[in-house]
């Protein structure tokens, strides 16, 4: 994009490759942020009851990593995770390719669909806990309403949007129906399906610290909710950082299979 | 014969979708309603989950029309609404600039890039218990996390908006003797609008979560605390209608911003 400014003067230092990036100033940003926060951590200005410097959940990390306690709740959540998050997209993107193709059932579907897409789904939780119970079955019923819809109207909005043209030079070239569905509509569509699955997968973490922090007694959620009634802020630190930490990871992963499937599409800003 | 052929092209010309006729139409989206409202109400009769967990449509209706005519909906609805208009307001504020700026100002961009990007793939709801140790359980720390939930598709939809910026244009304007100034208020601003339009429906959407998820962390007020206290009461009626309430909230707020953007911009109306 051009900017806004005149182009800028030549530098007058030569810096070392490694050094010309963003790197150092990123880094110099964060050291200065967690000085900040040990300063006024150490200063007392709040009390400990709330606030924690970087040093103590850094400590409370090793215990909980070394007590066993933080795998136990990293392995629930990604299990849950993983479950509804898997079950959501797998049936999500067949639903929203049926949707695509298929006139009448759009027409039929399309005002429950976004009207379901336009509510908060974790409000259902109660109503599953009640049906379900506590425990695995409720959570990943939860998680599979959360990532469904994403990636079902992307899916869906995918399949809409092929260029006609394509379809059309693809039959007078004698393509059957499953040649143009393989060839052109599922390519077409796989950067829309990616988008709906970096969608799906926030609401899926938010939904994820919902089904935890409420009638759970493992995962990251309940780690960073009991840490939280009980004023162990460290501990709760230290969980919300992990959560953070594991969302990041999943979409940098996500981002990386986009590159890979779909490298014609123009790199997201984000 | 051509006659004919002519009238019938005309027709197909005429009508959006010309192999599904208006009747169809409505058979087909009321069909499913139908279905589902009966056998909602078969469920609840024939009692296949406990009346302490489930309630039928019209008892669903019913307790709606109660809790509207006593109040007690007015005040919940009231609360969440509350809630999530500050948080946007808020996010809308800071998000807005910081946003633009982000996509105007390259050293500002290439140093928190990275952050803000870790920032936006955390379940920023999962920061709420923290929020609640230092801000209580009232309005102001429910808005709060309505605003951090929500700062973050604002501030990322206003800097993408920058960025797609035509350089044509820009050099156009520039060429034309255009200052700064000039620039951001006739090529950027009207370019960034739908963006901004785009975001705020979808931090609505997720303004709503958070809203949901701060409630029934602990309150007193609000749709997300009606459908937990009565949830643990056994009211199932009144959990319903707490749902319900929510899941209006939501479809207006999402159908009318989508309008909003639509008329902006109707070639890039966003479904996210």
Not at chain 2, 185 to 209: N, Q
Request: aromatic share 12%; proline share 6%; hydrophobic share 55%.
């Amino acid at each position: 994009m051009v900017s806004l400014r005149r182009p800028p003067a030549r530098a007058a230092v030569r810096l070392p490759p490694w050094a010309q990036g963003w790197l150092l100033p990123r880094l110099l940003l964060l050291g200065v942020l967690l000085a900040a926060w040990e300063l006024v951590a150490r200063s007392g200005w709040v009390s400990r009851l709330f606030l924690v410097g970087p040093g103590e959940v850094v400590l409370a990390f090793w215990k909980l990593a070394g007590s066993g306690r933080l795998w136990l709740d990293l392995q629930a959540s990604v299990l849950e995770l993983g479950l509804g998050f898997a079950l959501g997209v797998g049936t999500a993107i067949p639903a929203g390719l049926l949707l695509g193709t298929f006139r009448r059932l759009e027409i039929a579907l399309e005002p429950y669909l976004m009207g379901l897409y336009a509510t908060p789904r974790v409000a259902f939780y109660p109503m599953l806990i009640a049906w379900l119970g506590f425990g695995l079955s409720s959570q990943v019923a939860l998680l599979f309403l959360s990532t469904f819809f994403p990636v079902c109207i992307n899916t869906w909005s995918g399949v809409k949007t092929v260029d006609p043209v394509l379809i059309r030079a693809a039959r007078s070239f004698g393509a059957n129906q499953l040649q143009l569905f393989t060839k052109v509509v599922l390519p077409y569509t796989l950067p829309f399906i990616t988008a709906g699955i970096r969608v799906a997968l926030g609401r899926g973490l938010i939904a994820l610290y919902v089904v935890e922090a409420f009638g759970a007694n493992a995962g990251l959620g309940y780690l960073i909710a009991q840490a939280g009634t009980e004023y162990r802020v460290g501990d709760l630190f230290v969980g919300v950082l992990v959560l953070a930490g594991l969302g990041v990871l999943f979409d940098g992963a996500l981002r990386w299979a986009e590159r890979r499937l779909a490298p014609w599409r123009p790199e997201p800003p984000l | 014969m051509q006659a004919k052929a002519v009238r019938v092209l005309a027709r197909r010309r005429a009508r959006p979708c010309p192999e599904v006729s208006p009747v169809e139409r409505a058979l087909l989206i009321g069909a499913p309603l139908v279905v589902f409202l009966v056998g909602w109400e078969a469920i609840a009769r024939a009692q296949v989950v406990s009346t302490l967990f489930f309630a039928g449509p019209l008892d669903v209706v019913r307790t709606f029309s109660e809790l509207a005519a006593d109040g007690e909906l007015w005040y919940h609805l009231r609360a969440s609404v509350s809630e999530l208009v500050l948080g946007v307001a808020g996010a809308v504020v800071v998000g807005v600039p910081l946003g633009l700026a982000l996509g105007g100002v390259r050293p500002l961009e290439g140093v928190l890039a990275p952050y803000i990007a870790a920032a936006y793939a955390a379940p920023r709801v999962a920061f709420f218990p923290l929020i609640a140790l230092w801000f209580g359980t009232g309005l102001t720390s429910k808005a709060l996390l309505v605003f951090f939930t929500v700062l973050f598709p604002i501030l990322i939809n206003s800097w993408t908006a920058v960025k797609t910026v035509d350089p044509v244009l820009i050099r156009a304007a520039r060429s034309f003797g255009a200052s700064r100034l000039q620039l951001f208020t006739k090529i950027v601003l009207p370019h960034s609008l739908p963006f901004i339009v785009a975001g705020l429906r979808i931090g609505s959407g997720i303004g709503l979560l958070a809203v949901y998820v701060a409630e029934t962390y602990g309150g007193g007020a609000g749709l997300g605390y009606l459908i937990v206290s009565a949830g643990f009461a056994y009211q199932a009626a009144k959990v319903f209608v707490g749902v319900l309430g929510l899941a209006l909230l939501g479809i207006v707020l999402n159908q009318s911003l989508g309008y909003v953007e639509r008329r902006l911009a109707p070639w890039r109306a966003s479904l996210r």
